[in-house]
């Protein structure tokens, strides 16, 4: 995204939305700010197609399987600011898991990733079929 905002326009932008530039932002070469600044916005305190609680959720799950304290911290809080209940926030917690757990065991098996393409497909054909009969 080509910009003519100068750094200091992007400082200022940064400080008034969180009353400071945080250590990340501030640690982007200047010239490249700008369009991360933006990307970075749009993505934690603006409008996207994904709502704000929905998004940081879905980065708390992300979080918890990269193992990053940071990400977690910040995702966790962001979450509940955007109004994520505790209930959610442990269903999430349970989720997550789940994504490491059996990413793991189909790993060790070492199982083909077009048969399990080919399960997940007859899953999907037969649950859309229980569906249909409700």
Not at 1 to 18: C, K, L
Not at 69 to 97: N, Q
Request: with cysteine; hydrophobic share 40%; proline share 5%.
């Amino acid at each position: 995204m080509a910009t003519q905002e100068s750094p200091t326009d992007v400082e200022r932008e940064i400080t008034e939305t969180f009353g400071m530039v945080p250590t990340p932002l501030d640690s982007i070469p200047e010239d490249d700010m700008a369009g991360e600044w933006h990307f970075f916005q749009k993505y934690t305190v603006g409008e996207s197609e994904i709502p704000p609680k929905y998004r940081e959720l879905m980065g708390l799950a992300v979080a918890a399987n990269i193992k990053c304290p940071y990400c977690i911290h910040f995702h966790r809080k962001a979450a509940a600011m955007h109004g994520a209940t505790d209930e959610e926030l442990e269903e999430v917690v349970a989720l997550s898991s789940l994504t490491s757990r059996y990413s793991a065991m189909i790993h060790a098996l070492e199982y083909d990733l077009d048969e399990f393409k080919d399960e997940v497909a007859e899953m999907a054909d037969h649950l859309e079929a229980q569906a249909d009969d409700d």
